[in-house]
């Protein structure tokens, strides 16, 4: 196992399968093309050492260019291609195989056939040393490639989590066993805000709030955030699918956490169906729900002088904060035992000094991770 970063990644593919599949995507290009002089275009950065092997082993006349384009962050596509090095300039009337490193979206494929499109070549076709067949839009033919993988991040063999690991002569994959997925309960003035912090700064969870991603989508009048801002308009709740796409959003724009804490949502049995289906979809799950229970009291008591000192009208009024409990006991009763139908649901005393609670917590989740 290795480590890049902040992630850790098993081995998956040998120096000697690598070479084994550079050699059969040769030998077909050259099959194809021994009568002529192909160029052949390396994609960079990812396809140099594919690139490099690919013609120790082609055994024609052919020439070499290179070009580059940029379309991941981390560890997936930014749906975004930038093109920073161009076409080469001398391939009117050639034959050109692009020389690929991996084929997953479509998306890059797509920006290369756009870049060649506006040239006379004599013909253009793709040689990807990797293919996820399940992620690929299908949109253009894949005329070479070396084997289909499953859809894991991998590194190696020019491939890259966030520049390193090209390097390596061997291909591993995410160890995806440590990822974390976790609910978090909290009566008002529990600290769950403060609990949120220290976890995903410990365990690089990524923090989703509900309240924060609904502003967030309102403000920058996102599609999502119009739609749910037509329902508003109109004094009705928002659905919950347009919920669940906002929170499917956060987790695809954060495919660098090793988990995520879902603060707010679910609030109903519905909601966490809903919940648990889009993770399953990701191959992914919720491991643990953690509720920071704390007599209502001490709450009360917390919130009164936090409300005195914020100036925060709600955490002033003793009632309204009553009826806030209330509201929380009602919603989460079934939600508690729908969680802990599965196993899933724990509790951890909310009182105490913040770096007590911490530590009760982090006892939580070290026990997921050992499991």
């Given at each position: 196992m290795i480590k890049l970063h902040d992630k850790q990644f098993v081995p998956f593919l040998s120096e000697e399968q690598i070479l084994e599949a550079v050699k059969k995507i040769a030998e077909e290009v050259a099959k194809d093309y021994k009568d002529q002089v192909p160029i052949f275009v390396g994609v960079l950065n990812g396809a140099f050492m594919f690139?490099?092997?690919?013609?120790?082993?082609?055994?024609?006349?052919?020439?070499?260019?290179?070009?580059?384009?940029?379309?991941?962050?981390?560890?997936?596509?930014?749906?975004?291609?930038?093109?920073?090095?161009?076409?080469?300039?001398?391939?009117?009337?050639?034959?050109?195989?692009?020389?690929?490193d991996i084929i997953d979206t479509g998306r890059t494929l797509r920006a290369l056939v756009h870049l060649f499109s506006n040239t006379n070549v004599k013909d253009f076709k793709i040689a990807s040393l990797f293919f996820k067949s399940e992620l690929y839009n299908g949109e253009?033919?894949?005329?070479?490639?070396?084997?289909?993988?499953?859809?894991?991040?991998?590194?190696g063999y020019g491939l890259d989590y966030r520049e390193l690991g090209r390097n390596l002569r061997q291909v591993y994959q995410l160890n995806q066993n440590q990822m974390i997925n976790l609910v978090l309960f909290g009566k008002p003035g529990a600290g769950k805000g403060t609990q949120a912090n220290f976890l995903k700064e410990t365990y690089n969870l990524k923090h989703i709030s509900t309240g924060d991603v609904f502003r967030?989508?309102?403000?920058?009048?996102?599609?999502?955030?119009?739609?749910?801002?037509?329902?508003?308009?109109?004094?009705?709740?928002?659905?919950?699918?347009?919920?669940?796409?906002?929170l499917q959003d956060e987790v695809d724009n954060n495919p660098e956490a090793s988990g995520f804490i879902f603060d707010g949502f679910p609030r109903t049995t519905a909601q966490?169906?809903?919940?648990?289906?889009?993770?399953?979809?990701?191959?992914m799950q919720i491991d643990a729900t953690i509720a920071l229970e704390a007599d209502e009291e001490v709450l009360i008591q917390r919130l009164l002088d936090r409300g005195k000192e914020s100036g925060r009208p709600d955490d002033q009024d003793e009632e309204k904060i009553r009826n806030r409990f209330e509201e929380y006991n009602q919603k989460t009763a079934p939600l508690k035992a729908y969680y802990e139908k599965q196993g899933k649901f724990q509790s951890v005393d909310g009182i105490g000094e913040i770096t007590e609670i911490t530590q009760r917590l982090q006892k939580v989740i070290d026990a997921l991770q050992v499991a």
């Open positions: 690139a490099s092997d690919f013609l120790k082993y082609y055994p024609h006349p052919c020439e070499v260019s290179f070009v580059k384009l940029s379309s991941y962050r981390g560890l997936t596509s930014t749906g975004i291609v930038e093109t920073l090095l161009d076409v080469p300039k001398s391939i009117e009337g050639r034959s050109v195989i692009i020389l690929e253009y033919s894949i005329d070479y490639f070396g084997m289909e993988i499953p859809d894991k991040f991998i590194v967030y989508n309102i403000k920058n009048g996102t599609e999502l955030g119009k739609l749910a801002q037509s329902y508003m308009d109109k004094g009705d709740l928002v659905p919950d699918e347009v919920t669940i796409k906002m966490a169906e809903a919940l648990d289906n889009f993770l399953e979809s990701k191959n």
